[in-house]
């Protein structure tokens, strides 16, 4: 989420020496550095370190991670952000915020906590499953000729597409005139926006898109279980067809010139145990409370509506067709 948000703001060729990206790690962010955007490697439990990176930073982003230690990272980037002066914090967070059961869930409300309980202004924006997610499945769909999803086929999810995020950080964040930083607004300073995409789908309406994109009219549905759905997300990592993706991923960041919306093309790594199982929580939540639902939260602060997951699977058609 973290690198789709700096690649989009990057396409304002202005705005690069204004920002400032953290990581844990330069493996792919070398492409921002050549863009002549400032890129900090930081450790985030130490606060040495985290106070320097935020010097004379005026907004934050916080793009929460996919690291076991989000919740403890999250927390010491919000009390160095107050001490350091920071007018105001966008957290991404999860529509599943709300979950009292599910602790992978349960970390985006503690997130959402600790920036609240901050001096800064702030904005929540909770995303439902993101349409790029899927490119995970693609896999499996290319191999199995079905999609697998740990859902009853009547149960409807609403998939926000990755831009469509990234265009409400611009409208928060970012001049439309000038394309530089401005403030955040008032109206918005406090709000918590919930991110959907333009229509409610069920399992067997994602068949039918996936078949009208590809052309290919077998796909099926599968019903599986968490356990079947973790078993195939832990096991990508092994697979050669995963990793050569992989592979040709990072030589296209390395060279991006961010000049178009290439983020949302891509899969970016193996998923980690922390991702998979938010994942797992999400459909347990979506299945046992019917939470995912349209919410025009997207619409109104885009004054347009949403990406459909039918532009999705259009434009990565090629990486859903079953091998020959």
Known sequence: MGYAITSHLAQFKGLRPQLRALCQSKTRC?????????????????????????????????????????????KHICTVAAQSGVSSIICISHVGAVSQIHSSLQDFHQIEQQVIQTTCQYTILRLDFVQQYFHLWSNYVEKHRQIMLPLTQDTEICPVDITDVCRVIQELLVDSASHTCKQLDDKHDGQVYTLTGPEMLN???IVELLSCSTG??????????????????????????????????????????????????????????????????????????????????????????????????????????PRV
């Not at 002549?36 to 450790?43: A, S």
């Not at 290919?216 to 092994?238: A, E, T, V």
């Open 216 to 321: 290919f009219q077998d796909f099926k549905f599968c019903h599986g279980r968490l356990m079947d759905l973790s078993y195939y997300m832990s096991g990508l990592g092994k697979d050669v067809w995963f990793d050569a993706r992989l592979k040709q991923e990072m030589s296209q960041i390395y060279h991006d010139p961010y000049e178009s919306n290439s983020y949302r093309d891509k899969v970016y790594a193996n998923p980690t145990d922390k991702q998979i199982q938010t994942y797992l929580d999400y459909f347990d939540w979506v299945q046992q409370t019917s939470g995912s639902i349209c919410i025009p939260h997207t619409t109104m602060l885009l004054r347009s509506h949403g990406e459909s997951m039918q532009k999705f699977f259009k434009e990565n058609a090629n990486s859903f067709k």
């Open 203 to 205: 399992a067997q309406r």
């Open 30 to 74: 070398h492409g921002f550095a050549n863009a002549g955007i400032d890129v900090r490697e930081v450790d985030y439990s130490h606060p040495n370190q985290l106070s320097l990176a935020l010097r004379g930073v005026d907004h934050i982003v916080l793009a929460i991670g996919n690291e076991n230690k989000r919740v403890e990272h999250a």
